[in-house]
């Protein structure tokens, strides 16, 4: 017994940690549309997004390229934050000079795609109705 | 179509502004110089208090006996004026883009409100067109030029109501509504629709006339 309870809690961890990562993959792979419920009521139709689909025509492999870090409004590109939702540093209606949650999205889909002349620039190519 | 995007809202955007803010300048600074040298004595009886009591007077609905005559050409000039200003200046979608480009931001309508005022736009856009075919004595002065402005006029809020919309091809529409914006910014001081950049002017001549030379009101 006193052999098993530790294997125990070993596979209960394994199973914990997996159970969250598959969870987490299956949030990205069901992400199809950017609407955090921090805007609230939204002005305009949410962004069509699929994270994976995206992720794969871009070929992106770095979580980082997003998901950046930063404090000051200034970007860190160097600490990866995937699994934070951006609306817990960027605000909707932030305080000082930090990036707004509607400027940040704007910022990081329209800069990317400009400078790589792919992918959507007008608003109606992401809100679509 | 995302090269098109960009040289319509970089270069082609840039190239408007200035049109409309150097052609303007020109011309009024143009104008200022041929009324000096053919209608020198109008400069002696220009005054600021007859310009500013005719211009307010104009500017209230109904209270020139011009516009009491037309009471449908009044309430649809007042409307399209407000509206078509309004609506560009305020819209959602042009602050973001200005706030994307300058990081500057300032109040806005709701897309619902913009969306009736577009209409209004459009709605007195026919009726002026109405009136220049139907009623005799504007129809007899109507020229090729006041046609031209008022489909450079037209042009913008269609194309931004169907690109607003998504109706037909959005990528198209939005380039569309894009040019044909910027077509009207640098045709303001070329074309009729240089009214804009006058229209003060004209209303103080005027006032100045009539309150220091004939003791009389203009409206």
């Known amino acids: 017994m006193k052999r098993i309870l530790p294997l125990l809690m070993l596979a209960a961890l394994v199973c914990t940690s997996a159970f969250l990562a598959v969870q987490t993959v299956m949030a990205q792979d069901t992400i199809t549309k950017l609407a955090p419920a921090a805007f609230g009521k939204l002005t305009r139709p949410p962004a069509v997004f699929n994270h994976d689909k995206h992720n794969e025509k871009a070929k992106l492999e770095e979580c980082v390229v997003c998901h950046h870090g930063g404090a000051d409004g200034k970007q860190d590109k160097t600490a990866s934050t995937e699994g934070t939702p951006c609306s817990d540093c960027h605000k909707v209606k932030p305080a000082g000079k930090a990036t707004s949650l509607q400027r940040a999205y704007h910022k990081q889909c329209i800069a990317c795609h400009r400078a790589k002349g792919k992918g959507p620039l007008a608003c109606g190519q992401c809100h679509v109705r | ?219």
Not at chain 2, 53 to 75: C, D, E, H, Q, Y
Request: net charge positive.
């Open chain 2, 1 to 219: 179509m995302n090269a098109a995007y960009e040289f319509v809202t970089g270069p082609l955007a840039w190239a408007a502004w200035g049109i409309f803010l150097l052609g303007s300048g020109w011309r009024l600074y143009s104008m200022r110089q041929l009324a000096m040298k053919k209608d020198a004595s109008s400069w002696a009886f220009m005054d600021l208090g007859f310009s500013l009591r005719s211009i307010v007077n104009w500017l209230i609905p109904f209270n020139a006996l011009g516009w009491r005559k037309n009471p449908v050409m009044t309430v649809t000039t007042f409307a399209f004026h407000i509206c078509l200003i309004a609506v560009p200046v305020f819209l959602v979608a042009h602050v973001v883009l200005w706030t994307e480009f300058f990081g500057v931001s300032y109040a806005t309508l709701p897309d619902n409100v913009a969306d009736i005022m577009t209409l209004v736009v459009l709605a007195a856009c026919l009726v002026f067109a109405g009136r220049r075919l139907g009623q005799k004595e504007v129809a007899y002065i109507t020229t090729g030029k006041d046609w031209l402005a008022l489909v450079i006029v037209t042009l913008p809020f269609l194309t931004g109501f169907l690109a607003y919309h998504q109706v037909f091809d959005y990528q198209v529409m939005i380039i569309a509504h894009i040019v044909a914006g910027e077509i009207m910014l640098a045709a303001i001081p070329f074309t009729r629709l240089s009214h804009m950049v006058f229209a003060a002017f004209t209303r103080a001549y005027m006032g100045s006339e009539f309150g220091g030379v004939r003791h009389a009101r203009d409206w």
